[in-house]
């Protein structure tokens, strides 16, 4: 049963939900964390099976400055886009979901030893990108003399007729590879996180809802990254079998039917987690 917020606006924790790639991920993070978003097809208000939260569907780009601006308390985004916009919010969980690198990649023909020209064919470096402030900021340390375009959609069109280099994100580089681009440097790493405004922070009944929230999702996050065992044991490796069990604590033991052994349960760390 999905709950209402409360009556008084005060005391609702406005929550920022990201449309677009990032949303089913969040989406199923919550889901797992016991938190049910139930809308309708194109609606942008959804509700939570939550108390207490408010939540609207905005494009991350948006969200964060929402978030600055104070009209969210709460909103998940990727971490480039609060460093493009320089945005004063806390970080509450990095949720490792949709990560990518933000590059900086040119035509393979222009590069030499691996590098940007400063001035090919004797003009200035052109770069495009969405990111003007982390661009700009590139540039300043590696090209001066370089000329910025502000790009809106796609950046891997431009090279090479109408751009020399592009500053943009990257989740396996096949992108770039199929445009005839190479990465020439890495800028910075990225992932959905969840951050929050200052202000709502220092609201205590909105900090206790949060936090909440956030140790939920901790949960299902740390859940994902491991697995649950079960397996029978000899009474005589039952102690060889429990010290090489790599799990958090004491994994949990129980005798077997006439003493034939032991029952041995125990969550491990999955294969694929670092």
Same mark, same amino acid.
């Given at each position: 049963?999905?709950?209402?917020?409360?009556?008084?606006?005060?005391?609702?924790?406005?929550?920022?939900?990201?449309?677009?790639?990032?949303?089913?991920?969040?989406?199923?993070?919550?889901?797992?964390?016991?938190?049910?978003?139930?809308?309708?097809?194109?609606?942008?208000?959804?509700?939570?099976?939550? *108390?207490?939260? %408010?939540?609207?569907? $905005?494009?991350?780009?948006?969200?964060?400055?929402? +978030? =600055? !601006?104070?009209?969210?308390? @709460?909103?998940?985004?990727?971490?480039?886009?609060?460093?493009?916009?320089?945005?004063?919010?806390?970080?509450?969980?990095?949720?490792?979901?949709?990560?990518?690198?933000?590059?900086?990649?040119?035509?393979?023909?222009?590069?030499?030893?691996?590098?940007?020209?400063?001035?090919?064919?004797?003009?200035?470096?052109?770069?495009?990108?969405?990111?003007?402030?982390?661009?700009?900021?590139?540039?300043?340390?590696?090209?001066?003399?370089?000329?910025?375009?502000?790009?809106?959609?796609?950046?891997?069109?431009?090279? *090479?007729?109408? %751009?020399?280099?592009? $500053?943009?994100?990257?989740?396996?580089?096949?992108? +770039? =590879? !199929?445009?005839?681009?190479? @990465?020439?440097?890495?800028?910075?790493?990225?992932?959905?996180?969840?951050?929050?405004?200052?202000?709502?922070?220092?609201?205590?009944?909105?900090?206790?809802?949060?936090?909440?929230?956030?140790?939920?999702?901790?949960?299902?996050?740390?859940?994902?990254?491991?697995?649950?065992?079960?397996?029978?044991?000899?009474?005589?490796?039952?102690?060889?079998?429990?010290?090489?069990?790599?799990?958090?604590?004491?994994?949990?033991?129980?005798?077997?039917?006439?003493?034939?052994?032991?029952?041995?349960?125990?969550?491990? *760390?999955?294969?694929?987690?670092?």
């Amino acid at each position: 049963m999905t709950t209402l917020p409360e009556r008084d606006p005060a005391t609702v924790v406005r929550l920022g939900l990201p449309k677009g790639r990032m949303e089913a991920g969040v989406r199923q993070l919550l889901a797992d964390a016991g938190v049910r978003v139930a809308a309708e097809a194109r609606a942008y208000r959804p509700s939570l099976s939550l *108390p207490g939260f %408010a939540t609207k569907l $905005l494009k991350p780009q948006n969200l964060v400055g929402m +978030l =600055a !601006a104070g009209s969210r308390d @709460i909103g998940f985004a990727g971490a480039d886009w609060v460093a493009e916009l320089g945005a004063e919010v806390v970080e509450l969980l990095d949720t490792g979901l949709d990560p990518v690198r933000l590059v900086v990649a040119a035509p393979n023909d222009l590069l030499r030893d691996g590098r940007l020209p400063e001035r090919p064919a004797g003009r200035s470096l052109v770069l495009v990108s969405e990111y003007e402030r982390l661009a700009r900021r590139w540039l300043a340390e590696r090209a001066p003399t370089a000329f910025f375009v502000r790009a809106y959609g796609a950046t891997e069109v431009f090279p *090479p007729e109408d %751009a020399d280099a592009i $500053l943009d994100n990257t989740a396996t580089g096949a992108t +770039l =590879a !199929a445009n005839g681009l190479a @990465i020439v440097d890495e800028v910075m790493r990225s992932t959905t996180r969840l951050y929050a405004n200052p202000r709502a922070l220092d609201d205590a009944g909105k900090r206790s809802r949060i936090d909440g929230l956030v140790l939920c999702m901790r949960a299902a996050l740390a859940a994902r990254a491991r697995a649950m065992v079960d397996l029978n044991v000899a009474e005589q490796d039952l102690s060889r079998v429990v010290g090489v069990l790599p799990c958090m604590r004491e994994p949990t033991v129980a005798s077997l039917h006439r003493g034939s052994g032991y029952a041995v349960r125990a969550a491990v *760390p999955r294969a694929d987690q670092p």
